[in-house]
């Protein structure tokens, strides 16, 4: 296989499932090495597809016409991440990713892609695992969430909740 079926099979693949693939994975699978999968990637992202990192592996972006999309911004401390992630997926929300606006570097956005609780659960199991510092530590909490969801009304009970808790940064 050459490096453009390689790339058409990559994103056939991305495309077909509904599950992140990992680079090792999928270089063990086509006999390359994890780097050519990495330079894969960049290839097929600067040709224009919608490839994501995420902490799980490469998904590709698929459009949806009846995604409602909203970015909230939010505070707390980073004993919080848990319970305020929740609080978007249990009404039906997608957490898409954290950004956090950096002095130095101006815009950082890291990638969640958490649908579920089990999702929620693996990204704070891998803070602690990685001994990693949450990107609103940056910021002295204050970050926001990219958030999807099927309708208005889910993002409205979302932002809601999150007022309750006095996660939502407001005016």
Do not use: C
């Not at 077909?16 to 994975?25: A, S, V, Y």
């Not at 090495?33 to 698929?62: M, N, S, W």
């Not at 099927?150 to 009970?157: M, R, V």
Request: net charge negative; glycine share 6%.
């Amino acid at each position: 296989m050459n490096s453009k079926e390689r790339r058409n099979y990559i994103e056939e693949l991305l495309r077909k499932g509904d599950n992140p693939q990992k680079g090792h994975i999928l270089a063990e699978e086509l006999g390359v090495t994890r780097q050519v999968i990495v330079k894969d990637i960049a290839i097929l992202r600067a040709e224009g597809k919608k490839i994501i990192a995420t902490p799980e592996g490469y998904l590709i972006h698929k459009e949806e016409k009846s995604v409602v999309k909203k970015v909230i911004a939010v505070s707390h401390i980073a004993a919080n991440i848990e319970e305020e992630l929740k609080i978007i997926v249990k009404f039906g929300g997608v957490v898409e990713d954290v950004i956090v606006e950096h002095p130095l570097y101006g815009e950082i956005r890291g990638m969640i892609m958490a649908k579920t609780f089990y999702d929620i659960e693996n990204f704070v199991k891998r803070i602690n695992e990685y001994k990693a510092e949450p990107l609103l530590i940056l910021t002295g909490g204050v970050h926001l969430h990219t958030i999807a969801a099927e309708n208005n009304d889910i993002i409205q009970n979302i932002i809601e909740e999150l007022k309750v808790k006095n996660y939502l940064v407001s005016d």
